[in-house]
């Protein structure tokens, strides 16, 4: 009795730290640390799977002249061994590496092996090792089948491939209950607290269609892992109905024992190479005359990854660029052709739109792909020479060719918005040239919570005029912390303040003075004001339905186009340094340390004045007539009485709570 106890709770301590240590990345079982005997070699060895290891954090000085990755049968390390690949695949001597991760695929089973070593063997001479002892690396555990229950739901062997992915075989279930999902969740039974699993195709948005004996794979979504659910089920949510279970036990979650999800990051294409170090590789295969991308990235939904021929033929160059944008919208994978015609979001042709938004043709085909632990991969094929007049010719003969890449997050309206991260200087592949894996394997994503900056009110009773000027949208920590939305990159700043709330009172005159640029010709330099109560903006592209139904204060006239005054030379605060906004505690740190403004030395602003009145809405916004997601709000009240002591505005609701609360103290 003691024993099973004793058992029982190691098998619960067990599953407590593996939850604990699963806020990085599972690396199955752990095998030793390389010893440092010569060339500063460091690292940290992992058996992935039966057949891959993942060495972390490696370090070594590339100086010695014949080096390599070396395992043998031997008691401890010698000549009597064989070369392990690098991580790109290659039996050649190792070059510098300072604290990289890599994954290594064994030549043989790693049970059949007793020892890994940095190498070298002109000199016979072992410069750090680790010995393996009788391991049993990580491999698919089955774990039994799910109980038969309603609508013919059974299944045979139920399997876990990794610490994200289940295989079902011989599933069955009549597909005909109204709202079944497969379900995992934390507990003894299921309930609709629990997790919808995206079936075989990657979707979790409708119901589960019939299974005839089919053998499905599934891969649990977002960072979820075996470690952090307790069952999977066949489940009704609307009638909380279970159609079959299966129970994921204590001892079933042992770290160590199932494989890795990373050893599935094996290259399929032929060609790789790493566009950021451990966030973003791109591969290629030319197959006659089409060419198949595979894009792998740091990314989750609603964020893409950006790769494509450069706009110039001696150059890196955004402008002009031929480019597919590739992301995965909820669980639905998506690759569009886009044209860079200009550094704005995509409004008329010079502007970063959509092939078939300008009048060409998305020629992008065969997309698949998923999320998998914040890990996107995503798949297309597009022909070397669509034929399209948007897009460029990829090359197949030889030489070199320039690429742009980006990465960013998807808009509301499913468009690209301005990268985080892009191109730096001049970059050229040859996609022709023979078979090259260049790739740093791509590491799930440790999230860190941004901190976003507190925003900003300016009242109209403490000053009567507003300039406008451009300046960075602050990324996740300010223009989508305050807004709740997608910024492109750029936003309005109004007194140099980024996207204040305006708190304005009827009856009194406001003076705004607009440096937002005025030349027409050229969209980024294009940016009038109009205050509305439209709450994205992007005036201009919208349909004549959607115009009609606005109420348009100051700054777009009877032909719906800006007013003259409405527009003014461009001032524009730009960055300096090279830290991110994400980097900086508040707006003002921000602008203080990485800001600059730049006008021109000769400059017309526009000039114009506002007095609300009873007519107008209490609740409106400043925006850009040309582009979508560069403004905020405008609050108008009564009297400054309705604005309490903290800047918030004193509504009905408040003052019903604050009587309760007087009540409430008066009773009690």
């Known amino acids: 009795m003691q024993e099973t106890f004793s058992t029982v709770l190691l098998l619960a301590v067990t599953g407590f730290l593996v939850q604990q240590c699963l806020a990085e990345p599972y690396l199955g079982q752990k095998l030793g640390t390389l010893s440092t005997l010569y060339h500063k070699v460091t690292g940290d060895v992992y058996a992935l799977d039966e057949t891959t290891l993942y060495v972390r954090g490696f370090s070594y000085d590339g100086s010695a002249p014949d080096a390599f990755f070396w395992v043998g049968t031997s008691e401890m390390p010698s000549s009597q061994g064989v070369i392990v690949p690098d991580e790109n695949g290659r039996s050649q001597k190792l070059g510098v590496y300072n604290s990289k991760d890599l994954i290594l695929q064994m030549p043989t089973k790693i049970s059949a092996v007793r020892w890994l070593s940095v190498w070298c063997r002109q000199v016979a001479v072992d410069f750090g ?6 391991t049993t690396p990580p491999s698919p ?15 045979g062997d139920v399997t876990l491939l990794n610490e994200k992915t289940i295989r079902i075989e011989n599933l069955r279930y009549d597909g005909t209950a109204p709202d079944a999902y497969f379900l995992v969740g934390k507990g003894t039974e299921p309930s609709p607290a629990g997790t919808k699993v995206p ?8 119901p589960l ?45 042992v770290s160590g024992l199932v494989p890795s999800s990373l050893a599935s990051q094996k290259m399929e294409v032929e060609n790789c190479e790493t566009l950021i170090d451990g966030e973003f590789n791109v591969a290629w295969r030319i197959s006659g005359d089409g060419i198949r991308f595979t894009f792998t990235g740091q990314r989750v939904s609603g964020q893409y990854m950006a790769f494509g021929l450069s706009g110039s033929d001696s150059s890196t160059s955004m402008l002009n660029a031929d480019a597919v944008v590739a992301w995965v919208d909820d669980v639905t994978p998506r690759a569009v052709d886009y044209i860079l015609k200009g550094y704005s979001q995509c409004s008329g042709i010079y502007s970063t739109c959509p092939d078939d938004r300008v009048g060409g043709t998305s020629n992008v085909e065969t997309i698949d792909g998923g999320i998998d632990r914040g890990i996107t991969t995503i798949s297309f094929t597009r022909k070397l020479n669509t034929g399209d007049g948007s897009d460029r010719v990829y090359s197949q003969d030889g030489g070199k060719q320039f690429i742009v890449w980006g990465v960013g997050a998807i808009n509301d309206d499913g468009l690209a918005s301005k990268h985080t991260k892009r191109t730096v200087g001049d970059i050229a592949f040859d996609f022709g040239r023979k ?30 005029t507003f300039t406008f000027r451009l300046g960075p949208s602050g990324g996740e920590a300010g223009y989508a912390a305050i807004t709740g939305r997608v910024p492109w990159g750029i936003a309005f700043y109004v007194n140099d303040i980024l996207i204040p709330e305006l708190v304005l009172m009827r009856g009194q005159t406001y003076t705004f003075v607009i440096e937002t640029g005025d030349n027409n010709n050229k969209s980024s330099e294009y940016h009038p004001v109009y205050i509305s109560d439209d709450m994205r903006g992007g005036y201009k592209q919208k349909t004549a339905q959607e115009k009609a139904k606005l109420q348009v204060e100051v700054g777009i006239d009877g032909n719906q186009q800006p007013e003259m005054f409405a527009t003014g030379t461009l001032c524009e605060w730009k960055t300096t340094g090279e830290h991110g906004p994400e980097e900086y505690l508040t707006f003002e740190d921000y602008k203080r340390i990485n800001l600059k403004l730049t006008c021109p030395q000769s400059r017309r602003s526009g000039l114009f004045k506002w007095t609300p009145d009873k007519s107008t809405p209490n609740n409106l916004y400043y925006q850009c007539f040309q582009h979508k997601y560069l403004g905020w709000k405008i609050t108008v009240v009564d009297s400054w009485d309705e604005v309490g002591e903290n800047g918030a505005a004193v509504t009905s609701t408040s003052v019903l709570a604050l ?10």
């Open 435 to 464: 078979p090259m894996a260049n790739c740093q394997p791509v590491t799930p994503q440790v999230s860190t919570a941004v901190k976003p900056w507190p925003g900003h009110r300016l009242f109209g009773r403490d000053n009567n």
């Open 199 to 206: 079936d075989e195709n990657g979707s979790a948005s409708s």
């Open 659 to 668: 009587l309760g609360t007087a009540f409430m103290l008066l009773v009690f």
């Open 209 to 253: 269609h019939a299974y005839l004996g089919q053998t499905v794979t599934l891969t649990l979504p977002g960072s979820l892992t075996i470690f952090d659910i307790d069952y999977f089920s066949i489940y009704c949510i609307e009638y909380t109905e279970n159609f079959g279970t299966i129970n994921i036990k204590p001892e079933h979650k």
């Open 141 to 155: 555990v089955k774990i039994g089948s799910i109980s038969p229950g309603g609508h013919g739901t059974q299944s």
């Open 129 to 134: 090792s680790t010995t393996f002892g009788s």
